[in-house]
């Protein structure tokens, strides 16, 4: 059974709206890389009878509870006294925590004050955890088998403190087991077309290794997660799973863990010393961001023409009046034209072209939203394809751009 974890940030900015409280979301990604199964997270407000309840909760019904917040030396910093009010405890002096509490006023040339020297205060049955990256100590309790931390809420403080000292602590006490992922990064199939291929290595697979589907517009991540003591064992069995994986949907896998479609279409044009162009229309330059946001990605692309009105594809794409009368924007017809345009204009290898009705209005019965026609061209060829997608105008441009460069990646890699 896994040990069970409660996550609870404590601050008002958090509740209201203030502040974005990414200290849980690193906790529980952390705890459960250890093995933890996070049951759940809160959020509460710099209260005493809220902390209590929380403190109550977490020391009742989890391993292992996670506090952040309110260690601070001002007034609304209440966490502190109400840990040790709850356990019972005196404030004494942890003579570390004075030391680096004058380390830091000394540095700033400031005058040590009492609310300063209140900081290296903890509560008498803690094990502090000094914090070197400021002034407030975190404090860790282990009581019958159960465990509780309060940190700092300031995000690096806090992670500091519990790589450096924390976490070797929690890995002790609960003698955790690890865990060790990949991820593999599919596109090109949908999630339960994709399910029925691997069926016959889903069910081949050990108790020990565990997959979920991770699915986002335009493609699914398949993560593989072993559990065990050994990170080299792990790792060398979810390798060998990935193996085994392959040959059901080598033509769907573009990559691995961090990669993306963007990077690894890049990293093709590069090799094979190729350029890119992009010629826009529903997509409004979404791809040439995707494309961009990639470093070093001036080297194969050129450019783009987010050609949005009929005039522009007219002008500047050489499309033809008359295609675009008789078949309209949204046609096979005239993004094929535009792929082939952008290649001309802008002297690339390549050129994608989108066009397509994103929605919300706009759609007509024979061309609803989400009908979007998307072309890829080498020049001379050109290749396309018909999306027929969803209602909302954000997914429409986000699918039909990862699709648009998955149909330019399988082009580059056969
Ligand atoms: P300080 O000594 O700075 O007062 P503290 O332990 O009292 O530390 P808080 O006052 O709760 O911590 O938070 C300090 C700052 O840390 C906040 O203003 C905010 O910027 C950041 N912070 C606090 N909690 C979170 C959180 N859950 N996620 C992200 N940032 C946070
Ligand atoms: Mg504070």
């Not at 896994?2 to 979301?25: M, R, W, Y």
């Not at 019972?88 to 400031?110: A, P, T």
């Not at 400021?134 to 403080?157: D, H, N, Q, R, W």
């Amino acid at each position: 059974m896994n040990k069970e974890a409660l996550v609870c940030t404590i601050g008002d900015e958090i509740l209201l709206g203030q502040i974005l409280d990414t200290n849980s979301k690193w906790l529980s990604e952390q705890l459960t890389q250890m093995g933890f199964h996070v049951k759940e997270k809160i959020t509460i407000s710099d209260e005493k009878p809220a902390i209590l309840e929380a403190l109550k909760r977490g020391m009742e019904n989890f391993d292992l509870t996670i506090m952040t917040g309110g260690l601070g030396p001002t007034k609304d910093d209440i966490t502190k006294n109400t840990v040790a009010e709850f356990f019972g405890d005196d404030l004494v002096e942890d003579k570390d925590s004075l030391d680096q509490v004058k380390r830091v006023f000394e540095k700033y040339g400031r005058p040590l004050l009492e609310v300063n020297v209140h900081q290296a205060l903890v509560p008498s049955s803690c094990t502090p955890l000094l914090n070197n990256w400021g002034t407030a100590p975190g404090m860790l309790f282990k009581k019958e088998g159960k465990m509780l931390i309060s940190l700092p809420g300031v995000p690096y403080e806090m992670k500091n403190i519990l790589n450096e000292r924390g976490w070797p602590m929690v890995k002790e006490y609960f003698e955790t087991s690890e865990i060790f992922f990949r991820t593999v990064k599919t596109a090109g199939i949908g999630e339960s077309f994709l399910m029925e291929k691997i069926k016959p290595w889903e069910d081949s697979l050990p108790q020990d290794i565990s997959l979920a589907y991770l699915p986002s517009p335009g493609e699914v991540k398949l993560r593989l997660t072993a559990k065990g003591k050994d990170q080299s064992s792990m790792e060398n069995e979810v390798n060998d799973q990935i193996n085994r994986l392959r040959p059901f949907v080598n033509e769907y896998i573009y990559g691995y863990d961090d990669t993306n479609l963007s990077r690894t279409v890049g990293e093709l044009l590069r090799k094979k010393g190729l350029t890119l162009s992009t010629a826009e229309s529903c997509t409004g330059g979404y791809l040439a961001h995707l494309i961009t946001s990639e470093p070093g990605s001036s080297d194969y692309f050129l450019g783009s023409i987010v050609s949005y009105s009929n005039q522009i594809k007219l002008d500047q794409l050489g499309v033809s009046n008359e295609t675009l009368e008789e078949f309209g924007a949204v046609s096979e017809q005239v993004v094929e034209q535009m792929a082939l345009g952008i290649c001309n204009a802008l002297g690339t290898s390549f050129g994608i072209a989108t066009s397509g009705i994103a929605g919300p209005t706009g759609g007509t019965p024979e061309k609803p939203v989400g009908t979007i026609w998307i072309a890829v061209s080498d020049g001379s060829e050109v290749r396309s394809k018909l999306l027929n997608l969803t209602k909302e105008r954000g997914l429409n441009i986000q699918y039909a751009s990862k699709i648009a460069l998955n149909q330019l990646r399988l082009w580059l890699s056969k």
